[in-house]
């Protein structure tokens, strides 16, 4: 199975709620992960990462957080907004080469006016 | 700078019909990668590649060949193509190990 999985396949959300968008990986000797954002027609796109020596990392109206102990990502968007909606994966360095990325299979987030 | 360029962004192939896709980096990126992205499935990796003249196969590589003769340009190959290959496929690059992918905006490939 996938090594990186999502807890929530969809999310629909208020506009100015929070959200979060949470995943979960198997691999314990992952060292760096990624979040991106991919909008109906396009490429992903990059949001936020996270190295292993890191628990937290903020961004322009995001937060990533991970916890290695339970081997969980999450990534919390706030005063999400109607350009928000998109689907959202997480990728984790996967192999014992690095150069690979292994992609969970997303979730989708709608958010309502 | 464009950034990650991929060239059809659409193309309707016969089965057993050939093509390559292009995808060319502006970024000096010494890693590439092509992944196919099909509905409930996620991004699978196809094959890539850490530098010029070398490839290296991903998780779903059968079908396919890749080419790296260029450092900037990276080409996927079907040389007999199946409707099993309708799919998105999206090209990446970036500049080392640990660092952030950037993606092309996709090509839309239908097998009939």
């Known amino acids: 199975g996938e090594s990186v999985g999502l807890h929530l396949p969809t999310l629909s959300v208020q506009e100015g709620d929070n959200s979060i968008i949470n995943c979960a990986y198997s691999n314990s000797a992952s060292d760096y992960f990624i979040w991106y954002k991919q909008e109906s027609g396009k490429g992903p796109q990059f949001i936020i990462d996270i190295r292993s020596n890191m628990d937290k990392r903020q961004g322009q109206r995001v937060t990533v957080l991970l916890n290695k102990t339970v081997k969980h990502l999450s990534l919390q968007i706030a005063a999400t907004q109607p350009g928000d909606s998109a689907v959202y994966f997480c990728a984790e360095n996967s192999g014992g080469s690095n150069y690979k990325l292994t992609f969970g299979k997303g979730t989708l987030l709608t958010v309502n006016p | 700078n464009a950034g990650v360029t991929q060239t059809p962004k659409f193309r309707v192939l016969k089965t057993g019909q050939s093509m390559t896709l292009l995808c060319a980096q502006d970024?000096?990126?010494?890693?590439m990668y092509w992944y196919r992205q099909d509905p409930g499935m996620g991004l699978r990796l196809i094959h890539y590649s850490v530098g010029e003249g070398t490839t290296a196969k991903g998780e779903v590589p059968d079908g396919y060949n890749v080419s790296r003769l260029k450092k900037q340009n990276f080409l996927l190959g079907l040389e007999s193509a199946a409707p099993s290959q309708t799919s998105v496929y999206f090209c990446?690059?970036?500049?080392?190990?640990?660092?952030?992918?950037?993606f092309g905006s996709g090509t839309q490939l239908s097998v009939l």
């Open positions: 990446a690059s970036k500049a080392g190990i640990n660092e952030k992918l950037f």
């Open positions: 970024m000096n990126h010494e890693y």
